[in-house]
T-cell receptor
Framework: AQSVTQLGSHVSVSEGALVLLRCNYSSSVPPYLFWYVQYPNQGLQLLLKYTTGATLVKGINGFEAEFKKSETSFHLTKPSAHMSDAAEYFC????????????FGKGTRLHILP | SAVISQKPSRDICQRGTSLTIQCQVD?????MFWYRQQPGQSLTLIATANQGSEATYESGFVIDKFPISRPNLTFSTLTVSNMSPEDSSIYLCSGIPGLAANEQFFGPGTRLTVL
């Protein structure tokens, strides 16, 4: 079975500082990996996804994530935090060609300090 | 991509009543799902809405409590039946366009409060 672990339910960074949100997954077969963002009182928006190919994936709003198979990780980074990045971030995993279900992590709330 | 809308966006309901939430997609999607997001929590999959047949429910969710319809490839409904305060949550639908490598597009959610 697949699972996702997000380290840290809350992360605070200063505006302009590096953002690092950690995600580790468990999957017995090559996974698809996703990061979603949820702004207050809104639905989920896809930030980026890894399917195959290049392990460094670039997404919207300056975010990127690197798939590291040896570490079973898919950490999300952004070089310089902006106040508008304050939101809830969810890492998710699904299995290729297997009923398309996505398993979500518990989420990390990102706080940006002025 | 797909744009998904939900109705209603929020509602306050009395215990023991039922609410039907509608999910409309602007294009045909192969898969549709319904999730629950309880306050401060992550998303929990309720069921996969199958077009033209009964939904596939996850462990802990049953059809009598959460009946789902999906009459075509762009529309689905979720009913929350015989509601209790524990059903207070955000309910989200999602869809996967056929060629989007499992990428799910989400609706804005329906915020339900049960008194």
């Amino acid at each position: 079975a697949q699972s996702v672990t997000q380290l840290g339910s809350h992360v605070s960074v200063s505006e302009g500082a590096l953002v690092l949100l950690r995600c580790n997954y468990s999957s017995s077969v090559p996974p698809y990996l996703f990061w979603y963002v949820q702004y207050p009182n809104q639905g989920l928006q896809l930030l980026l996804k890894y399917t195959t190919g290049a392990t460094l994936v670039k997404g919207i709003n300056g975010f990127e994530a690197e798939f590291k198979k040896s570490e079973t990780s898919f950490h999300l980074t952004k070089p310089s935090a902006h106040m508008s990045d304050a939101a809830e971030y969810f890492c998710a995993v699904s299995v290729r060609n297997r009923d398309d279900k996505i398993i979500f992590g518990k989420g990390t709330r990102l706080h940006i300090l002025p | 991509s797909a744009v998904i809308s939900q109705k209603p966006s929020r509602d306050i309901c009395q215990r023991g009543t039922s609410l039907t939430i509608q999910c409309q997609v602007d294009s045909q999607v192969t898969m549709m799902f319904w999730y629950r997001q309880q306050p401060g929590q992550s998303l929990t999959l309720i069921a996969t809405a199958n077009q033209g047949s009964e939904a596939t429910y996850e462990s802990g969710f049953v059809i009598d409590k959460f009946p789902i319809s999906r009459p075509n490839l762009t529309f689905s409904t979720l009913t929350v039946s015989n509601m209790s305060p524990e059903d207070s949550s955000i309910y989200l639908c999602s869809g996967i366009p056929g060629l989007a490598a499992n990428e799910q597009f989400f609706g804005p959610g329906t915020r339900l409060t049960v008194l």
